[in-house]
């Protein structure tokens, strides 16, 4: 399929130390990809659903232990440690290379070797990159074929240069005691051991479109980001975007796929999907920032998606649609999960395999962290700007996570740097996005914490430089939203979801310096009555309630801040520690 001698020659290299009994180059065709489905259902690999109420969609079950991403086996080998910085796991890099190479030996004897050019981004976009991945798993490559734009296309893209990231997975028999996922930021090369879920396998997500194109857009001056990009329309048709950073888990999906509340929708107000997962943000000629979502497709969260909370996500699924760890109804072949609705199925087979009825089954039956792989062109508010080369102009920057406490529903930056500031000291419930504990307040930056592919320090000081780059009245405002704040009794005090535009809408007037504002220590909030109310179920004073700033939590919140980013000692950028000054000024008033 090609002739590029770098391509070809890595290709020998990886063949020779991994020895697959044949290979296979995958051209992006649909003769082909129907071959690989039909082959993996009949080893097993995967489960043709009903193919009248899903057509084209498929069943896969990963291991037991193989259910998330394996932050603590996930490594950024740079040369030196402090390139990787403290956040990150490291390894020298020939240290690794040696281990690594041990366990790929022979990994691919009696298996086929399949190879998947694929683009990041729409293939000749100024903002695409290319990466090949190998791998020895078919779920892998139909994966790969819904998320990224995959085949032939993409090597004649390439032509004979060497840009681009090589990427080799074997799956071996998913060994977590073996399982490696390792990033080589300066050899534009991952390999993945040992693994068959998510984002630890589909190289072009999280290993390249994050942690690695993070670095490369430190040295060429761009920003990978984990992002979702929505557009949203107003009455007269005009289209504003806005790009929110939220950890894994805590709301991008259903956020960029948001139906208004129903007054907002007879106004003609809509919102349109460009991206629900990453965004990479350059400077345009006119001076502003754009965005381009470089995914083909959604790997979203299961649980908790309905026609109530994402009806978009939900009917994205409905074809040409990959579920992983879900449950199965085994009467006509259909997916479940926790959420869906209140009728379990009750002849099911639960995520792990087993049969049970679902009715009285205690504990779950898809887990937590199950996901569809859907086709973004399936879901019904795609943006027409979704395949634009050039991306879209970028009105707003929000920061969000999960916060009990703290935070308030919504604040607004200073300025860019207070921004950034504001993006360097998120933190989040941890989710069943990770192995490990769930629910635990962790230090997140820009929700890139197990992303960022180079030292976090210079992370932020590339955020400060981006902003010294733009004009005042050209860079995004940033905000901070917390949908998850809890009242007392652990109850959600905002309605959150379709309602959150009532919130975006206040950050847009505030973009036109519309909105009205009172400034108070942690930034602006909306003056009473800014925000919308109209048909909420909830008390003007409830709604107060969740703009309390409570200067007690806060300091012990700064006090954290500054534990945190004390482990970046010299490196953290003289303007976060201003603004942590600046801040604990404030609040000690
Ligand atoms: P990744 O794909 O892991 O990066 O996550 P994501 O940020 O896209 O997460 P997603 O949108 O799938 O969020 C999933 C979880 O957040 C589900 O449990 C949702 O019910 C919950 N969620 C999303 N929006 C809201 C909201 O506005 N309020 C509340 N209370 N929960 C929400
Ligand atoms: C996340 O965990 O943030 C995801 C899913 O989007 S994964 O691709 O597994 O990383
Ligand atoms: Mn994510």
Redesign the pocket.
């Known amino acids: 399929m090609t002739n590029n001698k770098v391509v070809l020659s890595w290709l020998e290299e990886m063949k020779a130390l991994t020895t697959p009994d044949s290979i296979v180059w995958i051209d992006g065709s649909e003769e082909q990809l129907e071959a690989l489905r039909a082959e993996a259902v009949s080893t097993g690999e995967m489960i043709k659903l009903n193919q009248e109420k899903l057509p084209g969609c498929y069943y896969h079950r990963t291991a037991e232990n193989d259910v998330?991403?394996v932050e603590d086996r996930t490594f950024i080998c740079t040369p030196t440690k402090e390139e990787a910085g403290p956040v990150n796991n490291w390894m020298e890099p020939s240290e690794m290379y040696a281990k690594l190479n041990a366990l790929y030996a022979g990994s691919m004897k009696g298996r086929t070797m399949y190879v998947i050019p694929y683009s990041m981004g729409p293939v000749g976009s100024p903002f695409s990159k290319i990466g090949i991945e190998l791998t020895d798993s078919i779920y892998v490559v139909l994966n790969m074929a819904i998320m990224t734009r995959i085949g032939k296309l993409v090597l004649d893209q390439l032509g004979d240069s060497g840009d681009f990231v090589k990427c080799l997975h074997a799956k071996k028999d998913v060994n977590p005691d073996e399982r490696y996922i390792v990033h080589f930021p300066q050899d534009n090369t991952i390999m993945s051991v040992n693994s068959a879920?998510?984002?630890?396998v589909?190289l072009g997500?999280?290993c390249f479109a994050l942690r690695i194109a993070s670095y490369q857009g430190m040295q060429e001056g761009w920003m990978a980001e984990?992002m979702l990009i929505l557009g949203l329309e107003n009455p007269k048709g005009e289209v504003k975007y806005i790009c929110a950073a939220f950890?894994?888990?805590c709301g991008?999906t259903n956020l960029a796929m948001l139906i208004p509340p129903e007054y907002l929708k007879e106004k003609g107000y809509k919102v349109w999907t460009v991206g629900d997962?990453i965004a990479w943000i350059r400077k345009g000629k006119d001076g502003r920032l754009y965005a381009i979502n470089p995914e083909a497709g959604f790997?979203g969260?299961a649980p908790g998606t309905s026609v109530k909370t994402n009806f978009n996500a939900l009917e994205s699924t409905k074809k040409n649609t990959i579920f992983t760890n879900v449950a199965i109804n085994n009467d006509d072949m259909t997916v479940w999960w926790e959420g869906l609705d209140k009728n379990p199925p009750e002849n099911c087979t639960e995520w792990t395999g087993k049969q049970v009825n679902g009715k009285t089954f205690e504990g779950k039956l898809a887990h937590p962290?199950s996901?569809f792989t859907a086709p973004a062109v399936n879901c019904p508010c795609i943006s027409s700007e979704f395949e634009n080369p050039e991306g879209v102009p970028i009105s707003a920057i929000v920061f969000g996570g999960r916060r009990a406490k703290t935070a308030p529903l919504v604040y607004q930056a200073r300025d860019w740097n207070h921004g950034v500031f504001v993006g360097a000291t998120m933190a989040s419930e941890t989710t069943a996005?990770?192995a490990g504990a769930v629910g635990v307040v962790r230090r997140d930056p820009m929700a890139m914490k197990?992303?960022v592919g180079y030292n976090m320090a210079d992370y932020f000081q590339h955020w400060i430089d981006m902003g010294k780059t733009l004009d005042a009245d050209k860079a995004p405002e940033i905000f901070h939203v917390n949908w998850f704040r809890q009242d007392d009794e652990g109850n959600f005090m905002w309605p959150g979801f379709g309602d959150n535009m009532r919130v975006l809408l206040w950050i847009l007037d505030r973009c036109a310096g519309e909105a009205s504002a009172r400034e108070c220590e942690i930034g602006y909030i909306p003056e009473k009555g800014a925000i919308d109310t109209t048909d909420l179920d909830m008390t003007p004073e409830a709604l107060e309630e969740l703009f309390e700033v409570d200067k007690k939590l806060w300091l012990e919140d700064v006090a954290d801040q500054e534990k945190y980013f004390a482990q970046f000692g010299d490196k953290l950028p003289a303007e976060i520690k201003a603004e942590l000054e600046n801040l604990k000024a404030k609040l000690s008033k």
């Open positions: 998330a991403r879920y998510g984002g630890n589909l997500k999280k984990h950890p894994s888990a991008k997962d790997f969260v962290n996901r996005a990770a197990p992303f």
